[in-house]
């Protein structure tokens, strides 16, 4: 069996971004593995735009070398905000070339605990021991689906993350369900795409971003007030954006506090560019579903005021909802073994499980590090973290 000191699972901004990172302590011996950005390629929707201002859309990296900018000088790849998701996938392959050509795509189909540390089992059946382990590996197992819509079969009730391709929907009914970034975003692209399409929203009111006064304090009061505001990570409103972007001082505060917080930088929303794309899309605010049935090839759904629609197709921008012990690679022992609030792993420095040696990178990182960690831009953060960790502990447990 092969022996190394970590390996890492993922090949998304967390994975690529700490295996860069951790590259720089001398003699680490490091495995990273992966499809690099296969969440972004095959589970988000082609036509997206990145709703993540160009500072928040950078892969950290300790030489700050493999910027956006250094991408589009390099590859003659020129774009700008909001940033198309081709161009960002483009943009991970190549951060991935350059910092991490050793990159081993197969797939892990399991992590355990072994008395060297851990034990990962590849596709192919192969073992290989590590004194530590890091999991990157997105939000692709949480997607949320609300129970009233589940056990109807995939071809007429998906989850937005199901799809890439929304060409499939030309000339059918469609309702989207939601009202955030992804129902809204997948509505314009369907609506787009020549589908019929209505949009049900639970909340009385769609948060749109970039409004009049984001924009002022953004732009026109100029860049000593925009800088003093937002940090350039942009997760959160003016002023707490600076919060956010500091997880060791939001850990300090108390934790009703930290919630309070978190949910106002993060509640659903719409970026502002999506209005002229929706003007000819319905959308029914405050309204909830009741009932939900499937007659023969179609969907019906029933509202809280009493109308009915019947659509080919029922699509969820319902979200994810974290919860570590659904990653279908976590060995049931060891995922057990992990402390956890609310499916949240709960973590300390160098985002480090209960688990000594088993540190988790990214979204399931949010409850104890806060809302950055949903986001590319935390990838500075978490991979300084887990670097200076993994240093000052040797490489051993
Ligand atoms: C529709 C949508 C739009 C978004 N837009 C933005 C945005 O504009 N800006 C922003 O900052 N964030 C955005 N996000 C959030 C974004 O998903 C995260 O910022 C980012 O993907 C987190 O990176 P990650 O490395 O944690 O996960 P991922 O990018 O999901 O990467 C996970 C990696 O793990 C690998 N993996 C998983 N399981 C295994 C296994 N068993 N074996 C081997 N490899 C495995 C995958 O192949 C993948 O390479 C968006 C999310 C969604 C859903």
């Not at 007030?225 to 707490?240: E, N, R, S």
């Amino acid at each position: 069996m092969t022996t190394c000191d970590v390996i890492i699972l993922g090949a998304g901004p967390y994975g690529l971004t700490a295996a860069h990172h951790l590259r720089q302590i001398q003699g680490l011996e490091l495995r990273l593995f992966g499809e690099p950005m296969s969440f972004w390629e095959h589970n988000m929707p082609r036509g997206m735009f990145l709703r993540s201002a160009w500072t928040a859309t950078q892969l950290a990296d300790p030489q700050r070398a493999l910027t956006l900018e250094n991408y589009q000088m390099e590859c003659g790849n020129h774009f700008h905000t909001p940033v198309p998701l081709d161009r960002f996938i483009q943009y991970g392959k190549w951060y991935q070339r350059k910092a991490n050509p050793y990159l081993d795509r197969r797939e892990v189909t399991r992590i355990e605990s072994d008395p060297k540390g851990f034990r990962t089992t590849l596709s192919d059946g192969e073992q290989i021991t590590s004194k530590r382990a890091v999991i990157a590996a997105g939000i692709g197992s949480f997607a949320w689906l609300p129970p009233e819509f589940a056990g109807f079969p995939s071809s007429l009730v998906s989850h937005t993350s199901k799809h890439s391709d929304f060409s499939m929907f030309r000339g059918k009914q469609v309702l989207a369900i939601g009202g955030g970034q992804s129902a809204l975003e997948s509505a314009a692209l369907l609506h787009e795409n020549g589908a019929a399409v209505e949009v049900i929203v639970r909340s009385r009111i769609i948060n749109w971003l970039q409004g009049w006064a984001s924009t002022t304090l953004h732009y026109r009061l100029g860049k000593m007030t925009k800088q003093l505001l937002y940090a350039p990570t942009d997760v959160g409103p003016a002023g707490i954006s600076q919060l956010m972007a500091r997880p060791d001082l939001l850990r300090r505060l108390p934790r009703g506090l930290q919630n309070r917080l978190r949910k106002r930088s993060i509640r659903p929303a719409g970026s502002r560019w999506l209005v002229p794309r929706l003007k000819d899309v319905p959308i029914h605010l405050g309204r909830s579903v009741v009932s939900v049935a499937a007659i023969g090839e179609r969907m019906k759904i029933r509202l809280d005021d009493g109308s009915e629609r019947t659509a080919d197709h029922i699509f969820l921008g319902t979200g994810y909802r974290i919860d570590v012990s659904r990653y279908k690679f976590l060995a049931p022992e060891l995922a057990s073994s992990i402390r956890t609030f609310n499916g949240y792993p709960i973590l300390t420095a160098g985002l480090e499980t209960s688990v000594p040696g088993l540190h988790i990178l990214g979204a399931p990182g949010a409850w104890s590090f806060g809302p950055l960690m949903q986001f590319v831009s935390g990838t500075l953060y978490a991979s300084k973290a887990l670097t200076r960790r993994i240093s000052e502990n040797g490489h051993v447990r």
